[in-house]
């Protein structure tokens, strides 16, 4: 709402707040943030939590033993999502 009129604000930092841009906005300490899968804890990098949830949660379901491929397929697979995670997240 426009401050001396009442009406809906029509500048451009107006179509940003209804976007809901400012629900997906904080401020707060550096070790409560999380980016990208990382999070930042004194002056170490880490990747956070919940990555490291999805890290193991697709392991076992790449090395689950119902999954009908043969092993060959199977390492190569692991070996694939193995290289990329470490390539993602090796600087933590």
Not at 28 to 52: H, N, Y
Not at 72 to 91: N, P, V
Request: hydrophobic residues 35%.
């Amino acid at each position: 709402m426009h401050a001396h009129t009442g009406q809906p604000c029509d500048s451009k930092f107006g179509r940003y707040l209804r976007t809901g841009a400012l629900v997906k906005s904080k401020v707060a300490p550096m070790s409560e943030c999380a980016f990208l899968g990382f999070t930042i804890q004194g002056k170490k990098v880490r990747w956070t939590d919940k990555a490291l949830a999805d890290f193991k949660h697709r392991i076992k379901k790449l090395t689950a033993r119902n999954w009908g491929v043969s092993m060959e397929y199977r390492l190569k697979k692991l070996g694939q999502y193995l290289r990329g995670w470490t390539a993602y997240f090796g600087i933590s």
